[in-house]
């Protein structure tokens, strides 16, 4: 049942989607503490939209599998012997047991088969067959419809060597949807980069949309990070794209005066770098990110992507996988290198933390604040509005 507010709130949402940006205001508070909006967030977006949920690298051989609960429904990613990726479910449909429970199997890996852990019921994974029932022992005494038995299959796109996944079997092509930004991630080739490491932080105390609309403009640089990112890429020069629909770009030059960060043995924190990149991209950092949970920060060193998951109305996990070039963990020094940027990444991390504690803290205050005005520099939130208005409200279309 759901309460009164949620008309009032979709409806301010729908006013807010009208507004230009230069008169764009912040999405009303309840849309970051109410369980109503969440359910219908968790309806209208998680389980229907399509989502980032890993890189190829992580399935880059026939038999490689990496679990995937970003959904809210337990998946599982797999390729195939004919090199093609599956999105299955990991739902056994005996008594419905997770056949690949976090809690005894790694969260990637290489299978033949997925074995049931419960009854050992057996599925296929090569091609055509991915998700069929292979044995079910003890079953011949009773009428059972073993072709009929098959985990079920998702909707899955590789974009950019990003594993993407959608829910709804009708879901449109996503690719179509994000010519706009194509020139901007091609150089980066990110279908070669591999996974040089991940992080979580799990259970964070804010609504997902505070973090990832954190992740999204780089204004706050100047604030949260003035000792350490914005020396490096100052907020001010960066330069957002006038991206439309449901990707968004910028771009920020490398401070002229900036120090290349150092180690603790004085050496340089710089990896390998990507090769092909020109001068633009070796020149600065370009954010990137794709309605509705996922931005990636492109350098000429590594690629970093976060995706930032709802465990809740006001919590949510936020996964980090730091793509690097192939060739880097060949490299003698890589393993410190990983361990550099791993700390780094914390560093900057618990300063962003800060902010997002900090706004969910602001945003549950009663009475709840409102009217929020945004920079030019926070483009994509107001873009970010336009999207969740036409998934949750159905309002207009977004264009790509
Ligand atoms: S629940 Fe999987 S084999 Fe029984
Ligand atoms: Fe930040």
């Not at 979709?10 to 940006?21: G, K, Q, T, Y």
């Not at 599956?86 to 008594?95: I, K, Y």
């Not at 919590?315 to 690097?324: E, F, G, N, R, Y």
Request: proline content about 8%.
């Amino acid at each position: 049942m759901l309460h009164d507010g949620l008309p009032s709130l979709l409806d301010e949402l729908a006013r807010l989607a009208e507004l230009p940006l230069e008169r764009g205001e912040t999405l009303p508070a309840r849309a970051y503490t109410s369980a109503d909006f969440h359910e219908l967030e968790k309806d209208r977006i998680f389980r229907s939209d399509w989502l980032c949920v890993g890189h190829v690298s992580q399935v880059s051989r026939p038999g490689d599998y990496v679990r995937v609960d970003d959904l809210g429904v337990p998946l599982v990613i797999t390729r195939d012997e004919h090199g093609d990726l599956h999105a299955l479910s990991r739902v056994c449909r005996h008594r419905f047991m997770d056949v690949l429970p976090p809690e005894t199997t790694p969260d990637q890996g290489s299978l033949k088969r997925i074995t049931c852990p419960y009854h050992t019921w057996t599925y296929r994974l090569n091609g055509e067959f991915a998700g069929q029932l292979a044995g079910a022992p003890l079953m011949n005494k009773v009428e059972f419809d073993r072709a009929a038995c098959r985990l079920p299959q998702y909707r899955l796109e590789v974009w950019h060597g990003l594993l993407m996944v959608s829910a709804d079997p009708d879901a449109a092509p996503l690719a179509p949807q994000l010519t706009a930004l194509d020139a901007t991630l091609a150089p980066y080739r990110l279908d070669d980069l591999v996974v040089a490491y991940t992080a979580r932080w799990d259970g964070v105390p804010a609504n997902w949309k505070v973090a990832f609309e954190n992740g999204s403009e780089n204004y706050h640089h100047m604030g949260s990070h003035a000792n350490t990112l914005d020396r490096i890429v100052p907020g001010k020069d960066t330069v957002v794209d006038e991206c439309e629909g449901r990707g968004f770009s910028m771009y920020t030059p490398f401070a002229p005066d900036m120090e290349i960060p150092q180690g603790p043995d004085g050496r340089e924190l710089v990896g390998t770098l990507i090769p092909g990149l020109g001068l633009r991209q070796l020149s600065g950092m370009t954010v990137a990110g794709v309605f509705p949970n996922m931005a990636m920060a492109l350098l000429p060193d590594s690629v970093t992507f976060v995706r930032w998951v709802p465990t809740g109305p006001l919590t949510h996990d936020a996964l980090v996988t730091v793509l690097a070039p192939a060739e880097a963990r060949q490299r003698p020094g890589f393993d410190a290198y990983v361990e550099a940027s791993r700390q780094q990444f914390e560093i900057i991390q618990a300063e962003d933390l800060v902010a997002v504690r900090g706004v969910q803290r602001g945003l549950a205050t009663d009475p709840a604040p409102s009217g929020g005005r945004f920079s030019h520099l926070e483009r994509p939130l107001w873009q970010f509005q336009r999207y969740l208005a036409e998934r949750l409200a159905g309002v207009g279309a977004v264009t790509p």
